[in-house]
């Protein structure tokens, strides 16, 4: 695996714990996790910016997004009870299939 691939996987990984922290701060309320979420989205984007150095911006973005997005939602799923409706889970394999497309046709 490249620098790229390392830290982009990396950024995504923190996003989504950022998201997780967050959930688990009730609003703020929770000081320990709200500031658990901060950092890990500051260690996110730094993590990201050394993607971005030899990665297009548009395709980093792009593979950044949803990946953050899927793995958030089997988190949400696995953990936090959430159920999908078939029209969600067809945008996820949509999302899948255009992070599959980007990572080997861009």
């Known amino acids: ?32 996790w709200g500031l658990g979420a901060i950092v ?4 996110a984007f730094i993590a ?3 993607v971005i150095k030899t990665m297009d911006l548009s395709i980093a973005y792009a593979f950044w997004g949803a990946a953050g997005l899927i793995l958030t939602t089997f988190v949400d799923m696995t ?3 959430l159920r999908l409706k078939n029209s969600a889970i067809a945008g996820i394999a949509c999302m ?9 046709v861009a």
């Open 79 to 81: 953990f936090y009870g």
């Open 1 to 32: 695996m490249n620098n790229e691939m390392l830290f982009l996987s990396l950024s995504i990984l923190l996003d989504v714990a950022a998201n997780i922290f967050l959930k688990k701060s009730n609003g703020f309320r929770q000081k320990f």
């Open 96 to 104: 899948i299939t255009g992070i599959v497309l980007i990572k080997y």
């Open 40 to 43: 890990s989205i500051m260690l």
């Open 48 to 50: 990201f910016s050394q």
